[in-house]
């Protein structure tokens, strides 16, 4: 099965470096798919889930405030201000990455509507 590397990276460090399937991310235009052998693309993200699409079948999301992504050669790079990854093995840990995911996305402030469907995305990952 044909994979894309992806890396999503914030100022203090990457929040995820490995292969996946596909992804799945908030652009400016609105969210978009990211395939194996997708055209090389450099854009912004505006706040949003980035859905990643793994190899094993599970889907891991993180939520981004704002950035950049660049896609070349089967490599997807995310640069993001700031980014809380939706996972955990316990409910309370999922909780804690909701609230945090929650104060990222409102220090945004921009934009009410975004931060009310930012939220309902976060709000649908915890019920899957």
Do not use: C
Request: no cysteine; net charge negative; hydrophobic share 45%.
């Amino acid at each position: 099965m044909e994979t894309l590397q992806l890396e999503v990276l914030t100022p203090s460090g990457p929040i995820y470096n490995g292969p996946a399937k596909s992804v799945t991310l908030p652009g400016e235009e609105g969210e978009f798919g990211v395939l194996p052998q997708h055209v090389a693309l450099t854009t912004l993200l505006q706040a949003g889930v980035v859905d990643i699409h793994k190899e094993d079948g599970k889907t891991e999301s993180i939520v981004v405030n704002w950035g950049v992504v660049q896609i070349t050669n089967n490599k997807v790079v995310v640069l993001v201000d700031g980014a809380v990854a939706i996972h955990g093995a316990s409910e309370g840990d999922i909780a804690k990455a909701l609230d945090e995911a929650k104060a990222l996305i409102s220090s945004v402030g921009d934009s009410n509507a975004m931060i009310a469907s930012v939220s309902a995305r976060i709000d649908n990952i915890t019920h899957h």
